[in-house]
């Protein structure tokens, strides 16, 4: 009988206490392995990162200059009376919109009437697209008059478009 109760009291304990230090260590041994393959992967996500930083300045460095909206619209707007001056268009008006936030972002629009034929609306827009500054066109409008047939094809277009910019929220330049 005592041989019983020393086995309850100290030897069963014993037993329960090893398989439980059993299990804690094959947990620690995962995690440790876990831990090891971070460890190795590190330098990958140095460079991905260092990867992102770059795009980003890059892009970044696409933006409209000008640590304001109102600077910004006007170098857009400097941009696109040039743009239309090379392409022989005719830039009616331009009118600046209210600026919309976009993260740290802000995008700075500006709407412009044009009178353009066809091609020159092509050049003007393919100009636009490939500009070294990050520009976008969120609305096109344009209006043809009615065509006869044998007309001639360089009928002057009324183009109304807003063409966007964007700049980095609070950060002079």
Known sequence: MLLILFYLAVVNPLLSLEDSWNQELVSRS???????????????????????KAALTR???????????????????????????????????????????????????????????????????YHLEHHKKLLFIPDLDINAPRMVRGENKDIPLQISMVISGVIKKGVPS
């Open 59 to 125: 892009t970044e460095g696409q933006f409209l200059s000008g640590s304001n909206p109102a600077v910004a619209s006007a170098e857009l707007q400097e941009i696109l009376k040039n743009l239309a001056k090379e392409q022989g268009v005719q830039m009616t008006s331009a009118k600046v919109l209210p600026p919309r936030e976009a993260g740290l972002y802000l995008e700075v629009p500006v709407q412009v009437e044009l009178t353009a034929t066809i091609n020159q609306l092509v050049t003007l827009l």
């Open 30 to 52: 995962k995690l440790l392995s876990k831990y090891h393959s971070l460890l190795k992967s590190k330098n990958r996500v140095i460079d991905a990162n260092k990867a992102m």
